[in-house]
């Protein structure tokens, strides 16, 4: 199932492999959520609970969506017609994942965390896609479809707003960055797979001063 290949997928490319599949956390019946989530109209989310000491979690996706993606395959050819939905997707699976994994390293995560992280994975994960489907040509034109164009919708936000832009602008600020390293030789790609993998691992404080001191 695409879920459980786009968590395969980032997991290689962190090198953050978790005992749980993804799959297994699924929800796709809007009725079962809770009534907040419920009535927001959300295409995503992952919803962590806690009762007695004991989290539970779950990852929320609009069945339309999976059709669609089932439908048009990212996997096969990412193109206009899919991206948005490939994104929502990813962006669901890199919250589990990043949750999982740091929970396995008894790691608490915030949500600017989640985040940034997510807006990492869709740059990062997407440039992977299009360079293996096309591999001659170079997504430059990833980096302004992901985060200029981007933006924020105040009622899904919750009172977030602030907080979803900066997690935007810290994102494209890395991904700049990145993507001058992934846009050169083989060494340069390499040495990029590198920083991704130490980064995942970074708190948030060490995240947010390493991007503050880009140039």
């Known amino acids: ?127 992977w896609l299009l360079r293996q489907q096309q591999p001659a040509r170079f997504p430059a034109e990833l980096h302004s479809l992901l985060f200029a164009r981007a933006r924020i919708d105040a009622a899904l936000a919750e009172g977030r707003v602030e907080l979803y832009r900066r997690a935007n602008e810290y994102a494209a600020r890395f991904c700049r960055r990145l993507q001058r390293q992934l846009a050169g030789h083989a060494r340069a790609r390499g040495e990029a797979l590198v920083e991704l993998r130490r980064f995942y691992r970074l708190s948030r404080e060490r995240k947010v001063h390493q991007i503050q001191g880009y140039g």
Do not use: C
């Not at 980032?10 to 749980?20: C, E, P, Q, R």
């Open 1 to 127: 199932m695409l879920l459980r290949q786009l968590q395969g997928l980032l997991s290689g490319i962190y090198d953050a492999s978790v005992h749980y599949d993804v799959h297994d956390f699924l929800l796709t019946d809007r009725e079962q959520l809770p009534a907040r989530v419920r009535k927001s109209g959300t295409d995503e989310q992952v919803l962590v609970l806690e009762e007695g000491g004991i989290a539970s979690v779950g990852l929320f996706l609009d069945p339309r969506i999976l059709a669609r993606l089932a439908a048009a395959d990212p996997l096969r050819a990412l193109n206009a017609g899919n991206i948005a939905d490939y994104w929502t997707a990813l962006e669901g699976v890199s919250h589990f994942l990043y949750l999982a994994w740091n929970a396995g390293h008894d790691r608490a995560v915030s949500l600017l965390e989640l985040e940034l992280q997510a807006e990492i994975d869709k740059f990062v994960a997407s440039w």
